[in-house]
């Protein structure tokens, strides 16, 4: 069966500083996996997506993450912080074959000046 | 191109009343889901629609929830009666296909007096 977990509930980083988001999956086969922001009150946006194809994916936002099967992680990261990046990250995994998606508990980012 | 479009934005009510949310779908998109998100929670997938016919409802909580979709571009979420521990976040999600990435509408704002 399928899992994320997030390892971090709060990241707090100073702004122009990298920034880090950790995310393990447990997956009996090569899943899609994805990283959803959610902005204060805001809906969910995909930053983007892994399925099996590069193994480094960047997304929307100078946001990338890199697919680790060996390690079975897809941590999420940016190389310099901006406050508008302050909002919670979800990672999330597909189960295959189908619609379900499996979502990580979330991170809160906070960007402090 | 529009997005995934959600009726209201915020909704008050008073337990026991009647309550329906909407959605309209990216045109095009087959796929159509119902989430919850609370704090407790996190986001749970209510119900799943493919080509307009629900294929998953394990996720609604009671009877006292229901969906429609009545045809490609419009589909509602009903509570009936509301009470207060409904109160939660209501995304409406849509795909191209089954299996493909999900797009999310801005959210319903429901809070149950």
């Known amino acids: 069966a399928q899992s994320v977990t997030q390892l971090d509930s709060h990241v707090s980083v100073s702004e122009g500083t990298p920034v880090l988001l950790r995310c393990n999956y447990s997956s009996s086969y090569s899943p899609s996996l994805f990283w959803y922001v959610q902005h204060p009150n805001k809906g969910l946006q995909l930053l983007l997506k892994y399925t099996s194809a590069a193994t480094l994916v960047k997304g929307i936002n100078g946001f990338e993450a890199e697919f680790k099967k060996s390690e079975t992680s897809f941590h999420l990261t940016k190389p310099s912080a901006h406050m508008s990046d302050a909002a919670e990250y979800f990672c999330v995994v597909r189960r295959d074959s189908n619609y379900q998606l499996i979502w990580g508990a979330g991170t809160k980012l906070i960007i402090k000046p | 191109d529009a997005g995934v479009i959600q009726s209201p934005r915020h909704e008050v009510t008073e337990m026991g009343q009647e309550v329906t949310l909407r959605c309209k779908p990216i045109s095009g998109h087959n796929s159509l889901f119902w989430y919850r998100q609370t704090m407790m929670r996190g986001l749970e997938l209510l119900i799943y629609?493919?080509?307009?016919?629900?294929?998953?409802d394990s996720g609604m909580p009671e009877d006292r929830f229901s969906a429609k979709m009545p045809n490609a571009s419009f589909s509602t979420l009903k509570i009936q009666p509301s009470e207060p521990r409904d109160s939660a976040v209501y995304f409406c999600?849509?795909?191209?296909?089954?299996?493909?990435?999900?797009?999310f509408g801005p959210g319903t704002r429901l809070l149950v007096l």
């Open positions: 999600a849509s795909t191209p296909q089954e299996g493909e990435t999900q797009y």
């Open positions: 629609f493919n080509n307009n016919v629900p294929i998953d």
